[in-house]
């Protein structure tokens, strides 16, 4: 164009930002679904699990995982022109719990991952996102030869809310790991709104 005029066109609006946490036990697949879904290149914070570890951080089922989360993993997806998501993937593991209070301020909502091979692991990350009310929906990362569950039987394995959504997906996959967030958004959303009535009425 003659006087450089930019042609990548302005958004109308400053897009809205919201914190999302996504939580869960030990290797299942909260870093890969954050490197999933994220438009820039993922922040992580891996270190390489040890032979000295092995007796705490057990990699049944994920035996080719060799790396775990230490601090966080950061990533940003724009799910429409004005709504952007800031992604908070939480360590797994149970020595690192001291992290997961900062991780979680300011934080809108959160995804709980779940592994129906070890579905205790993910009792922790349930609990503490009750007993904040932050509101959370449940994701059992379906696992080649995991079993498979209806999600009737994964909520009252969690003994969850019947308002908390409970979906399937695949943490490698872009598009799944997206639908995940977008019923978060819709979940958490949903919630303030209710806040909201209760504190007006
Ligand atoms: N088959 C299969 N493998 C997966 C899936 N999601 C993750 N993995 C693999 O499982 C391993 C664990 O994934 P991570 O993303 O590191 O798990 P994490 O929850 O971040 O682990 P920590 O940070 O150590 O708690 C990796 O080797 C992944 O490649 C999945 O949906 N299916
Ligand atoms: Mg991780």
């Known amino acids: 164009m003659a006087f450089g005029r930019s042609s990548r066109r302005k958004p ?8 999302i946490l996504v939580a869960g036990g030990f290797g299942v697949g909260k870093t890969t679904l954050v490197g999933a879904v994220s438009e820039i290149r993922p922040l992580r914070t891996e270190e390489t699990l040890s032979e000295a570890g092995r007796p ?27 709504l952007v998501l800031y992604l908070f993937g939480t360590p797994g593991q149970d020595r690192f719990w001291f992290l997961w209070d900062e991780l979680a301020q300011g934080s809108l909502g959160a995804v709980v991952l ?14 503490y996102f009750e007993r904040r009310s932050i509101p959370f929906t449940v994701a059992v990362n ?8 209806p999600g009737d039987t994964i909520r009252s394995a969690l003994d969850l809310d019947p308002d908390v959504p409970v979906m399937m997906c695949d943490a490698r996959d872009r598009e799944s790991a997206k ?10 959303l949903a919630q303030v709104g209710k806040a909201r009535e209760h504190a007006i009425t």
């Open 56 to 82: 705490v951080d057990s990699v049944e089922g994920v035996e080719q995982k060799n790396t775990t989360t230490v601090a966080m993993d950061f990533g940003r997806i724009t799910l429409r022109e004005d």
């Open 12 to 19: 109308l609006v400053e897009p809205v930002t919201l914190k």
């Open 179 to 188: 639908a995940v967030l977008i019923a978060v958004v819709e979940h958490a």
């Open 114 to 127: 779940a592994d129906t091979r070890r579905l205790e692991d993910c009792f922790a990350a349930v609990d």
């Open 142 to 149: 379906c696992f080649d030869g995991a079993g498979r569950y």
